[in-house]
């Protein structure tokens, strides 16, 4: 499975008797609207937001709608630093968001090396428990979760959400996805060659699977970013505070102040946005590679 | 699973090594990969196996934030059969399940197909639909609050075909859960649409064309080639869309909290209110057992069904 011709223009498979067909060009057309009006539908919430965060606030709801701000009101960018303490909580979400990634990519990646490239007795059972908890929705289980953590002291502390985020299944799961399309040989050849099992692992299938854990370092920093419920239950201080749950207490507050509220869903959104355009190649295979061969 | 990757049998023979008894070359490799896996280990063991097993023994106990446990037997769950507020979020996780999860898929499907081809500004489209997944859920429901309010971009859109419901739909309980279910798809299609676009790439040409030579139109083409083909996409699918939908919480609590009234009040945040909320940890745990049974039952279900059409 090529992963990467998702992001470029492949062959697809109907094509070429699809353009022998005499009604091609009508095809064309309505595959261009509906083209079109997906897109509309995709970036609707979007445009709204960006355009809402650039107007004075009795101007967000209009009949009919203003789609041009006017004037343009970059002042909002200002006065929510003024408003909120939106910089204190992108400071906690992204210390959560670095620290989070690196232990998941790390303990993640080795762990896939243990299921994937080595064998003993238990791994195959032991690899079971790991995608059976797949299949076990959060909800379900955060309550005892709640209560073993409040035991040991992690409620409303970070740790909490470090705890939480940085073992998960998912990161074992996609790395060994990568891990098994590495030929055995490769191992094999450096075995015979004296390296051991830990010299294999750092010099041989890391340096390889390195846009595995390009794609999981993403996948988990925008999950870590974006967590909602997570802080909701475990950062209760103000001062720990992610930035989701900060603007989701900024909208409780400010419930009046539309435009205020799109300007900090954009600030929000924005990291995301911009991570995501750099690379979004590696989202892609990291969604196809856990999809297809799960 | 190929055996040259045994790794004890390799190392018997290596030249130089020292010979040792298999047993503790065995030991040996069981200890190595165990190394591997221990710091992964350690942490998911206390974040998932743990409260896992812990869950089943807390269902069957009275338990709140201040004291001991206290052994009940089956009654918070005949408790939970008289519940009302229960009965309503069993209701309302199946009647958002019943709509978000073939409308996604169908989304899904059909978007993969129409991307699929060789039009202009597929490649940029086919990611910018997967932008939706990655944004925060916070922002997504303050968006579309606003979106769906009476005076919105929504009922706006609907007053042209003489459609406009008069009120915001959040805050009207028939039209809350349809909003919900519509942001969800919104959401969700992206994410789907990239399994299937993936999937669609494992279809061989070849069938397409014996296909045409055979005079099949579109239709049959896609009944009987592309759906078939895409068949192990379809069954992930509906099993992560399935878990997701009986799992449901974000999304509802931040567009709606679970009004107006109990219209929109889902099994999730049923667990939450009681667990983490009211400290009641017995009774919430009652409650998420009946979630976990459900994700069990249709992950398993939708397995041996996926089997049984294989061969």
């Known amino acids: 499975m090529t992963t990467s011709s998702l992001t470029s223009s492949s062959p697809s498979g109907s094509r070429t008797s699809l353009e022998r067909s005499p009604l091609y060009p009508l095809y064309r057309v309505i595959g261009y609207m509906a083209l079109i009006i997906a897109a509309a539908a995709v970036m609707l919430p979007f445009a ?7 107007k004075m606030n009795n101007q967000v709801f209009t009949v009919p709608v203003q789609w041009i ?51 003993f007795p238990g791994r195959d059972t032991l690899f079971l428990m790991y995608v059976a908890t797949i299949a076990v929705p959060w909800q379900a289980y955060m309550v005892p979760q709640f209560q073993i953590f409040t035991e040991i002291g992690l409620n409303n502390t970070l740790w909490a959400m470090i705890a939480l985020q940085a073992f998960g299944a998912f990161g074992v799961f996609l790395m060994r996805q990568y891990f098994e399309s590495i030929p055995p040989e490769l191992s094999e050849a450096a075995r015979v060659d004296g390296l051991n099992e830990y010299g294999i692992y750092r010099r041989i299938m890391l340096p390889l699977a390195i846009p595995g854990i390009a794609s999981l370092a993403l996948l988990t920093f925008v999950n870590t970013w974006n967590d909602f419920l ?65 | 699973m190929t ?20 047993n503790a070359m065995r030991r040996r490799n069981t200890l190595i990969g165990w190394s591997f896996i221990l710091p992964n280990f350690l942490g998911f063991g206390l974040v998932t196996l743990i409260p896992v097993v812990f869950l089943f023994y807390m269902a069957f106990t009275e338990w709140s934030a201040f004291g001991d446990p206290e052994f009940l037997g ?77 005076d919105g971009v929504i009922n706006q859109i609907l007053g042209v075909v003489g459609l406009d419901p008069g009120v915001g739909w959040t805050a009207d309980s028939t039209l809350a859960m349809p909003a919900v279910i519509l942001v969800s798809v919104w959401r969700d299609t992206g994410f789907f649409m990239l399994l299937y676009l993936a999937g669609l790439q494992t279809v061989p040409r070849t069938l397409y064309e014996a296909a045409r030579v055979d005079g099949a139109s579109a239709w049959q083409r896609f009944w009987n080639v592309t759906w078939p083909c895409l068949r192990p996409t379809t069954f992930f699918v ?23 009234g109990q219209s929109t009040f889902v099994l999730a945040q049923f667990i939450y209110q009681k667990g983490i909320v009211e400290f009641e940890y017995g ?11 459900m994700s069990l039952v249709v992950t398993i279900v939708q397995f041996l069904v996926n089997k049984r059409i294989e061969r």
């Open chain 2, 283 to 293: 009774y919430a745990s009652a409650g998420a057992i009946v979630l976990f049974s």
């Open chain 1, 230 to 294: 997570g802080p909701l239950i475990y950062l209760r201080d103000r001062d720990i505070w992610t930035i989701q749950i900060g603007l989701n207490s900024f909208i409780d507050q400010y419930n009046a102040e539309h435009a205020l509220i799109m300007t900090g869903s954009v600030l929000s959104v924005l990291p995301i946005a911009l991570i995501f355009g750099f690379a979004q190649r590696y989202f892609v295979e990291g969604v196809a590679t856990t999809g297809l061969k799960g």
């Open chain 1, 69 to 119: 701000p006017d004037p343009v009101q970059w002042s909002n960018y200002i006065e929510i630093w003024q408003k909120s303490d939106m910089f204190l909580w992108t400071r906690n979400t992204l210390f959560l968001s670095v620290v989070i990634t690196f232990l998941q990519c790390l303990t993640g990646s080795f762990a896939a090396y243990g299921f994937s490239k080595m064998r």
């Open chain 2, 74 to 150: 089956f009654d918070n769950f005949t408790r939970l059969i008289g519940d009302g507020s229960f009965q309503t979020s069993l209701g309302n996780t199946l009647y958002y399940s019943v709509f978000h999860i073939p409308l996604t898929l169908v989304a899904a499907l059909s978007l993969a197909m129409l991307l699929n081809t060789k039009l202009r500004g597929v490649a940029f489209f086919r990611t910018a639909a997967f932008f939706p997944y990655i944004t925060a859920v916070v922002a997504i429901a303050a968006v579309w609050s606003q979106l769906f309010s009476a």
């Open chain 2, 238 to 260: 509906t099993v992560m869309l399935t878990i997701q939908s009986l799992k449901v919480f974000d999304l509802v609590f931040l567009l709606t909290a679970g009004g107006p």
């Open chain 1, 48 to 54: 709204w937001m960006i355009i809402s965060s650039l």
């Open chain 2, 3 to 22: 055996m040259a990757t045994d790794a004890p049998a390799v190392r018997e023979v290596q030249p130089g090594g020292s010979r040792k008894p298999r």
